[in-house]
């Protein structure tokens, strides 16, 4: 009963604001002169609860999700027809991983010990573990047509694992606009790392953080 309210909630009775925070506000401020943008999201969870591009979509968007999980994508290729949806998991170069299963899907990843430890301590519980052969970036996204290379915006959120699948694309072949990461600890090394590309820090909103290409 209660995955069926949560289920009309996320899906007929909210409109917006489907961000954990206020990303999307930021986003939607950022991008209110473009109806038809490209995103990439990496990590997506769901088309809806805690999304950066649910509303961009429903803006007119459309573009890339990928998650490791494919229980979750099962929803966008119901609720997100006009994107192309992938079962992957990213990192910098292929390796095998173990890829944990959470009974709250958000917390989904590549964790340390310490880390699954410490979710199972505040309630949650790991439904399963996988060992994944990871791919890079930019090997899944030039299979699709990307107009001029450009994309919109960059969504990362991975829990943890954001700098590795950050540095598997080629951000010199690839004119990514805003780049939303969860930084965590590595919030210096990713701005040092994004700064060699011309990217520049904009704003922070709880463990996510915004960089703008110079250039726009």
């Not at 997506?44 to 999700?65: D, E, Q, V």
């Not at 573990?129 to 290379?149: H, M, P, S």
């Not at 700098?163 to 780049?179: A, E, H």
């Amino acid at each position: 009963m209660l995955r069926l309210v949560k289920f009309i909630y996320w899906f007929f009775l909210k409109k917006s604001n489907f961000s954990q925070n206020s990303e999307e506000q930021v986003l939607r401020d950022f991008f209110s002169d473009i109806n038809n943008g490209f995103y990439i999201d990496v990590g997506c969870h769901h088309p809806r609860r805690f999304s950066n591009t649910a509303l961009l979509y429903k803006n007119g968007w459309n573009g890339i999700n990928i998650d490791a999980s494919a229980k979750s994508l099962k929803l966008f290729n119901v609720f997100r027809k006009r994107d192309e949806n992938i079962c992957a998991l990213i990192s910098e170069k292929p390796e095998k991983l173990n890829y944990y299963y959470f009974d709250d899907s958000a917390l989904n990843g590549v964790l340390s010990f310490s880390k699954v430890n410490s979710l199972k301590n505040l309630g949650y519980k790991v439904i399963n573990e996988q060992y994944i052969v990871t791919q890079r970036l930019d090997n899944i996204i030039t299979n699709f047509e990307i107009k001029n290379n450009r994309i919109d915006l960059l969504d990362i959120d991975v829990e943890g694992y954001d700098f590795q699948v950050l540095k598997s694309i080629d951000l010199s072949l690839f004119d990514v606009r805003v780049i939303l990461i969860e930084t965590g600890n590595n919030e210096n090394e990713i701005a040092k790392y994004l700064l060699k590309y011309n990217y520049s820090f904009y704003k922070k909103i709880d463990r996510n953080s915004f960089f703008l290409k110079d250039s726009i």
